[in-house]
């Protein structure tokens, strides 16, 4: 079984800073992508960025330029350092993992942690 726990939601203002962890257990295999994803009040759950095992990234067009996603591969964590915050970005944020190759791949989900920017 694979756990994600999830930290390093909060409150911030307008234009500041924080940063999610997530830190995968279980059985991970090396082929895999690990992301965030993000659910706001009456909407739908969203991608925000995503990290494979080979260090590719994407991120949502909306994000770009002012998240960075990273990894620690030996640790299984994934991180998002979130800058220039934006009231926009408040929402419930998901730490994703597709465990395994393409075909074989199951999804796993953290409980989410939220994060409130105030204008």
């Known amino acids: 079984q694979v756990q994600l726990v999830e930290s390093g939601g909060g409150l911030v203002q307008a234009g500041g800073s924080l940063r999610l962890s997530c830190a995968a257990s279980g059985s991970i295999f090396s082929i895999n992508v690990m992301g965030w994803y993000r659910q706001a009040p009456g909407k739908q759950r969203e991608l925000v960025a995503t990290?494979?095992?080979?260090?590719?990234?994407n991120y949502e067009d909306r994000v770009k330029g002012r998240f960075t996603i990273s990894r620690v591969y030996a640790k299984n964590t994934v991180y998002l350092q979130m800058d220039s915050l934006r009231p926009e970005d408040t929402a419930v944020y998901y730490c994703?993992?597709?465990?395994?190759?393409?075909?074989?791949?199951?999804?796993?989900w953290g409980q989410g942690t939220q994060v409130t920017v105030s204008s």
């Open positions: 990290i494979t095992n080979t260090g590719s990234t």
């Open positions: 994703n993992l597709k465990n395994g190759a393409l075909g074989g791949r199951k999804d796993y």
